[in-house]
Structures are given as structure tokens and as C-alpha cells.
């Protein structure tokens, strides 16, 4: 049996993530978004956080506040960003960073992430 995983959009949105342990809020780019989560880049203030625990980020949507919602960290890897040159089209690099799921969604905040993704999949 196959299970279908949320379609991710590959995005580059500067996000404030604060870990559920405390600390100053980081900012850090979301590389890719879905309706369960994202894979944000690494950033010094969140180099050492281990898989399962948990945070809050933030990210800047059209139409007003940010979205929030809480996450948990799920793996380290490997996203891609673009890089735009006038020299060659569609040229990527490897950055390290985190997986993350999203939990605690109320209905409300997940149909605006479903709008936002909306945009993103029009784009």
C-alpha cells in the first residue's frame, strides 16, 4: 500500500523559529512548504537541535499575521535552493537543514496554509 505525502512546494520565505527549550527566536528561510511541513534551513542559533523536539515558527503570509503554528523537528538533511544567474538557468545548491512537522493546527490555520500553497502552486 502506497501513502500519498502532501504535494511540497519549493519556496525561499524568511520564517522566526523559537525552540520549545528556550533561547532567542532565530530567523531562518523555509525551503520547501506543504500542509504538514517544511524543510527549514540550518541557522547557527538552531545548529544543534535534535530530532523530536519541538518549536514554534512563524512565517510571513499575505493578507495579514503571520501563520504560526507549532513543530516538531523530524530529520537533518540535505534542501535545495536556486540560484539565479544570468550565466545558466536552473542551477541549485545543497544546504543543510531540518525537516519539521506541524502539529497542533486548528482547522483555521490550516486552510490559510492551504491558500498560501494555493498561491505558491499558481506561481
Known sequence: MTISRPVRYRCEITSQVELDSG???ARARVLELS???AFIE???AIDDVQAGEGGVIGIPL???DPWVAH???TRT???RVDVRTPMAEHVSVGVRGY???FDQLNDEELERLRDFLELLDSR
Open 23 to 25: 533561547g532567542d527566536a
Open 35 to 37: 500542509e504538514t511541513g
Open 42 to 44: 540550518e541557522v547557527k
Open 62 to 64: 499575505p493578507g495579514g
Open 71 to 73: 513543530i516538531r523537528f
Open 77 to 79: 538533511g540535505l534542501g
Open 99 to 101: 525537516g519539521v512537522e
